[in-house]
């Protein structure tokens, strides 16, 4: 990849990513509460009504948000730029040859975003644990709310734990990304390139359509690991019968003990909270994409008239 197209990669996943925590961070809260502990609340709506009254809106639904927004940021350059490179020696490995960017073959698609969302795994792992810790640090006794802030947590995490305890539940994790960016990437794609007139290419399309092909891939991403999310939070937040468990392990035992709804807890508010989101990621991203290229083509542009009056 030319510096250029990494910066623009890095960028705009940045900007896209951390829009995008912003606009779904409170839905979050209230995911993770409900997977946190299945018997606190009735359901959604009792879990909103509850954090409000008992936290207020900031202290409750945002709090732990500003490590998650930079970790968003960091996790989205990181996976857009790691597809950007995978893509290429994806479609070498299944075809021989490369297409275009954005025509590439969806096994392509799905192999690249997977890969990216192994690579990305390892700076969301410590991220969304401190989020999950202090998204349900409220729910705790008095006496067990030792967390200050999100540094707060990092540091106590480290010192009582070391680098192993801030990436608790990294298997999961690297499932989750894996399976759910190969989605992610194939859904968007699939979206928009339907959805473009003849003879239009990927970066021709309306910021409507990027806002609903990223809502859809947003949908999809969660559909089809929200099962593994569930452990994975159960994990982090410290419920001691999921500890040592393999994924296998762990959501055999989560069938047994909450049943189907323990595996899909919490997944109307996620499911709701996913296009938004991602919608605002991809069109942001998108957007982002056409600033450098309309940059550039001024670049060039500045380059030909100065031959010319050279």
Same mark, same amino acid.
């Given at each position: 990849?030319?510096?250029?197209?990494?910066?623009?990669?890095?960028?705009?996943?940045?900007?896209?990513?951390?829009?995008?925590?912003? &606009?779904?961070?409170?839905? $979050?809260?209230?995911? &993770?509460?409900?997977? $946190? $502990?299945?018997?606190?609340? +009735?359901?959604?709506?009792?879990?909103?009504?509850?954090?409000? !009254?008992?936290?207020?809106?900031?202290?409750?639904?945002? !709090?732990?948000?500003?490590?998650?927004?930079?970790?968003?940021?960091?996790? #989205?350059?990181?996976?857009?730029?790691?597809? !950007?490179?995978?893509?290429?020696?994806?479609?070498?490995?299944? @075809?021989?040859?490369? =297409?275009?960017? $954005?025509?590439?073959?969806?096994?392509?698609?799905?192999?690249?975003?997977?890969? %990216?969302?192994?690579?990305?795994?390892? &700076?969301?792992?410590?991220?969304?644990?401190?989020?999950?810790?202090?998204?349900?640090?409220?729910?705790?006794? *008095?006496?067990? +709310?030792?967390?200050?802030?999100?540094?707060? =947590?990092?540091?106590?995490? @480290?010192?009582?734990?070391?680098? !192993?305890?801030?990436?608790?539940?990294?298997?999961?994790?690297?499932?989750?990304?894996?399976?759910?960016?190969?989605?992610?990437?194939?859904?968007?794609?699939?979206?928009?390139?339907?959805?473009?007139?003849?003879?239009?290419?990927?970066?021709?399309?309306?910021?409507?359509?990027?806002?609903?092909?990223?809502?859809?891939?947003?949908?999809?991403?969660?559909?089809?690991?929200?099962?593994?999310?569930?452990?994975?939070?159960?994990?982090?937040?410290?419920?001691? *019968?999921?500890? #040592?468990?393999?994924?296998?392990?762990?959501?055999?035992?989560?069938?047994?003990?909450?049943?189907?709804?323990?595996?899909?807890?919490?997944? %109307?508010?996620?499911?709701?909270?996913?296009?938004?989101?991602?919608?605002?990621?991809?069109?942001?991203?998108?957007?982002? #994409? +056409?600033?450098?290229?309309?940059?550039?083509?001024?670049?060039?542009?500045?380059?030909?008239?100065?031959?010319?009056?050279?």
């Amino acid at each position: 990849m030319h510096d250029g197209n990494f910066l623009k990669e890095v960028t705009a996943g940045s900007v896209g990513g951390a829009l995008a925590t912003i &606009v779904e961070y409170p839905l $979050d809260t209230i995911k &993770v509460r409900l997977q $946190d $502990d299945p018997h606190r609340y +009735r359901g959604s709506l009792s879990c909103i009504i509850e954090i409000t !009254r008992s936290e207020g809106i900031f202290g409750g639904f945002f !709090r732990g948000l500003p490590l998650p927004v930079i970790g968003a940021a960091v996790e #989205n350059a990181t996976l857009f730029a790691t597809y !950007r490179e995978a893509i290429g020696p994806a479609q070498d490995l299944f @075809y021989r040859k490369r =297409c275009e960017p $954005d025509t590439e073959p969806y096994l392509a698609v799905f192999t690249a975003a997977a890969i %990216g969302g192994i690579v990305v795994s390892h &700076v969301l792992t410590p991220a969304e644990l401190i989020k999950c810790k202090m998204q349900v640090q409220n729910t705790l006794p *008095e006496e067990k +709310r030792i967390y200050k802030n999100s540094a707060h =947590c990092v540091t106590s995490i @480290y010192r009582s734990s070391g680098i !192993r305890g801030l990436f608790k539940g990294h298997v999961s994790m690297i499932m989750r990304e894996a399976l759910g960016c190969g989605m992610y990437f194939s859904t968007f794609q699939l979206v928009i390139r339907n959805m473009l007139q003849e003879g239009q290419v990927f970066t021709d399309a309306s910021p409507f359509v990027h806002f609903l092909g990223g809502g859809c891939a947003g949908v999809v991403f969660w559909t089809s690991i929200y099962p593994i999310d569930v452990l994975k939070t159960k994990v982090q937040t410290n419920r001691s *019968e999921y500890g #040592n468990l393999s994924i296998t392990q762990g959501l055999m035992r989560l069938y047994k003990i909450e049943g189907m709804r323990g595996l899909i807890r919490g997944y %109307g508010v996620t499911a709701i909270r996913a296009f938004p989101g991602n919608a605002v990621l991809i069109a942001a991203y998108e957007q982002v #994409n +056409r600033i450098f290229e309309a940059q550039g083509s001024t670049n060039k542009l500045l380059c030909v008239c100065s031959g010319l009056n050279g």
